[in-house]
């Protein structure tokens, strides 16, 4: 049963990118209305891919509305003015500087809101880098995860940016929690969430075993993923080409995996500790035993094992799964003609019918916010011609149209 616990709830959310959006995102799937604000140069997300939305837009930012002003104006100013008493919730990741120059200070938005519960998520809390700038990789490179994640012995980026969604989440927590109890004090509605912040939280785990084996060895040995600790765990090809994740973390699953596949328990491996020792040797016996079998024999054989594993899915296969269309898991929606099929939140809750509106155009509510904060039509005119505000181009394309590329036949060699 969906619930909407957000609903009547209004947010306005100042973000570009990824970690204020996203917490948009959560945020209407759990039935608040979401306004975002954005310059007329609109959040970079919406000209990442062919000069139009990325993936990033597309998935969330669906469900919100766009209302598109440049705050350096005073028409812009005087719209946010307006606007402010009228939300419940103000979320944005401007850095402090432009926060403090277009008056999105939590003191600002205090004065014409004095209940709103404010959520700034800015590259550091308080303390000497306070106004310092970070994004995902620098987060990742200051917290430890880039050191520990090396390509070719170059320390590198995890690749998808879970430090801006991990500090999305936290912005939800925050805010939530603010919203549970109205009555505490203003220090309770201004929360500020740090990258940098949200990264040594995440790494907690590690710190603690870096500095237990300063205590125990007297060396700040780190602890290797699995893969790297544990022979026989990752992922290992299969005869027709698909590849299979075998998690195998202790001596139980090391001997159920062999009974699975029908073949006797070396005893010389039988232990973690015997297995570490001959990593190479047991990593290809692994190999020739998953070789041996199609993807759907072996998944059949550990699968009445009871035996923990995946295949390794390409983005393009993941939600064609069936545990991934079970039930309401995704929504369908189409934009701009094109259809697409996204998950929601990991558990039922949330506004369908919010979550399945297209994201918006630029400015597309622009014009609609406007008239009910008590703009003119003449006044919204007057903000549309001075560029002030913005609305989107009737028909216009979002994406630059693909080319043909003409192939024409080379002449054979002489």
Known sequence: MKRDSLAGKTVLEIGT???????????????????????????????????????????????????????????????LERLLPTVDIVLHNLAPASARRLGVTYEACARANPAVVYCHIRGYNEGPQADDLASN??????????????????????????????????????????????GLGAEHRKIEVGLYETGLHVAARDYAGVQLKMHLTGRPDPEPSGEFSMPGYGAYETSDGRWIY???LTDRHWADFWRAVRQPVDPDYATLRSRKKQRDRVEALVREAVGRFSYANLAALLAAAGFGFTEVLPMERVLEAPQARHGHKVTRFAFQDLPFVLPDLPF????????????????????????????????????????????????????????????RAQPAPA
């Open 137 to 182: 990789p620098i987060a990742e490179a200051a917290t430890g995860v880039m050191d520990a994640h090396r390509v070719d012995g170059r320390p590198s980026r995890l690749g998808p940016s879970y430090h801006d969604q991990f500090a999305g989440c936290y912005a939800v927590i925050g805010i939530l929690s603010a919203l549970l109890d109205p």
């Open 17 to 79: 990118m990824l970690a204020a959006p996203f917490a948009g995102h959560v945020l209407a799937q759990m039935g608040a209305e979401v306004i975002k604000l954005e310059s007329p140069a609109g959040d970079p997300t919406r000209s990442l891919v062919r000069g139009g939305p990325s993936g990033t837009y597309i998935a969330y930012s669906r469900g919100k509305k766009s209302l598109c002003v440049d705050l350096a104006s005073p028409g812009g100013r005087e719209a």
């Open 246 to 248: 075998l998690v195998m």
């Open 348 to 407: 039922e809750w949330g506004a369908a019918t919010q979550a399945e509106r297209p994201p918006p155009l630029l400015g597309e509510h622009t014009r609609e916010t406007l008239a009910g904060l008590g703009f003119s039509a003449e006044a919204c005119d007057a903000l549309v011609a001075s560029g002030a505000a913005v609305e989107p181009e009737p028909g216009a394309p979002v994406w630059a149209p693909i080319r043909s590329v003409e192939v």
